[in-house]
């Protein structure tokens, strides 16, 4: 069954470094997503992306937060300057279409920053 | 804006008993209601999801939910409990918020244990 891969599984950073985070969505799918999850709390929506643009994104994604379909497979978030708040779970999810469409999560890249 | 709640933050069962894990949700027209489940070191899997029609869905490894409009619910079940069940259970609700594309709002989840 096709799944939704993300690299790597956890990464740690120094505080003010750049981090990118790597997603492969399932194959025909068209829509991508970011979530995140800080422990302890609620799974949040960041950012959705369609057709090589942002459909819509959160109040959580700020200036420091970059999305990109670098090629036809991938699917990456760029944090430019991590700070200690961005230490979380980071979800990658797509689907085939949009509204009544599910959304398939990848297993989630954990980001530490020190 | 659309909320959920799930009341429990953690719920023992034995195995074999039954389970209800309770949602209500917040949102200003029919919701697309899901149910995911998040095994340790595992990313959120798909149990179930609403979206018209029956209210009582049916989803893997035997669980169902059914959707109550009056209620604003969305309660997962499970009529026999098994030890692989463990794990945290999330509801979300999806729907149209402005743009071309959907995200989904999630409760805090439910932990499960389930005792032997």
């Known amino acids: 069954e096709p799944e939704v891969t993300q690299t790597p599984s956890h990464q740690v950073t120094q505080m003010g470094q750049e981090v990118i985070l790597r997603c492969v969505p399932i194959?025909?799918?068209?829509?991508f997503y970011w979530y995140r999850q800080i422990l302890g709390q609620k799974v949040e929506f960041l950012v959705s992306?369609?057709?090589?643009?942002?459909?819509?994104k959160s109040e959580i994604f700020d200036d420091q937060f970059s999305v990109e379909r670098p090629d036809g497979s991938n699917f990456t978030l760029k944090i430019r300057s991590t700070k200690l708040e961005d230490s979380a779970m980071y979800f990658c999810?797509?689907?085939?279409?949009?509204?009544?469409?599910?959304?398939?999560f990848g297993p989630g890249t954990r980001l530490t920053v020190l | 804006a659309q909320s959920v709640t799930q009341p429990d933050i953690h719920i023992t069962v034995s195995e074999g008993a039954s389970l209800e894990l309770r949602c209500n949700y917040s949102?200003?027209?029919?919701?697309?209601l899901f149910w995911y489940v998040q095994s340790p070191g595992q990313g959120l899997q798909l149990l179930l999801k609403?979206?018209?029609?029956?209210?009582l869905v049916q989803g893997i490894k035997g669980f169902e939910a059914e959707f109550k409009r009056s209620q604003s619910s969305f309660n997962l079940r499970k009529p026999s409990v098994h030890w692989s069940d463990a794990a945290e259970y999330f509801c979300?609700?999806?729907?149209?918020?402005?743009?071309?594309?959907?995200?989904?709002?999630f409760g805090k989840g439910t932990l499960l244990t389930v005792n032997p």
């Open positions: 992306f369609y057709n090589n643009e942002i459909s819509e």
């Open positions: 999810a797509s689907s085939e279409g949009r509204y009544t469409d599910t959304q398939y």
């Open positions: 949102y200003g027209a029919t919701p697309y």
């Open positions: 194959s025909n799918h068209l829509y």
């Open positions: 979300a609700v999806g729907g149209r918020s402005g743009g071309s594309n959907y995200k989904l709002t």
């Open positions: 609403y979206f018209s029609g029956d209210t």
